[in-house]
């Protein structure tokens, strides 16, 4: 039953993260993306957000494939 629902929260929560253009977590980066962001920085421990977030602002979107 935890398996069912972990699979059934995480595909909701890729998809409207897709669907929103947010990014979100265990995804595959373009390189371009990272650099242009700034590069991947390991002084925080929360990184893949901080990335995240720089490269939505720089106009990077996030894509769900199921």
């Known amino acids: 039953m935890q398996e069912m629902?972990?699979?059934y929260h995480f595909t909701v929560e890729?998809?409207?993260g897709s669907a929103t253009?947010?990014?979100?977590?265990?995804?595959v980066w373009r390189i371009a993306a990272i650099n242009e962001a700034g590069g991947w920085k390991d002084r925080t421990?929360?990184?893949d957000m901080d990335l995240a977030v720089r490269a939505s602002l720089r106009g990077w979107k996030f894509l769900?494939?199921?």
Do not use: K, M, W
Request: hydrophobic content about 35%; glycine content about 16%; cysteine-free.
């Open 21 to 27: 253009h947010a990014f979100g977590t265990a995804g």
């Open 45 to 47: 421990t929360v990184e």
């Open 64 to 66: 769900y494939l199921g």
């Open 5 to 7: 629902s972990l699979d």
């Open 14 to 16: 890729q998809e409207v």
